[in-house]
């Protein structure tokens, strides 16, 4: 899940990474929430930015037991932004 923020319009990403987030870079948006690749199992992904996943990556298949917890960590993460009391 990642949130893409172009001209004050907040669009939340909840879909594979590739194009999409591609086509929305391309066109002037922007996406907010980093999150640590730490404690996900896969060989490759083009979210990794960095060293970390650029929004939040949820494994509900493998760790349905850890997305509460990495929603509500995430969001406290991204209020600033959302709120304009950090640079996006």
């Known amino acids: 899940m990642a949130l893409a923020i172009r001209k004050n319009t907040v669009t939340v990403l909840s879909m ?6 591609m086509h929305w870079w391309k ?17 490759q992904s083009e979210a990794v930015r960095d060293s970390s996943f650029v929004g939040l990556a949820l494994d509900d298949k493998n760790q349905g037991m850890l997305t509460n917890e ?19």
């Open 70 to 88: 990495r929603v509500e960590r995430w969001l406290e993460q991204i209020r600033p932004a959302l709120l304009g009391q950090a640079p996006i």
């Open 27 to 43: 066109r002037g948006g922007g996406v907010i929430g980093q999150w640590p690749t730490e404690g996900y199992e896969f060989s």
């Open 16 to 21: 594979p990474w590739g194009c999409c987030m």
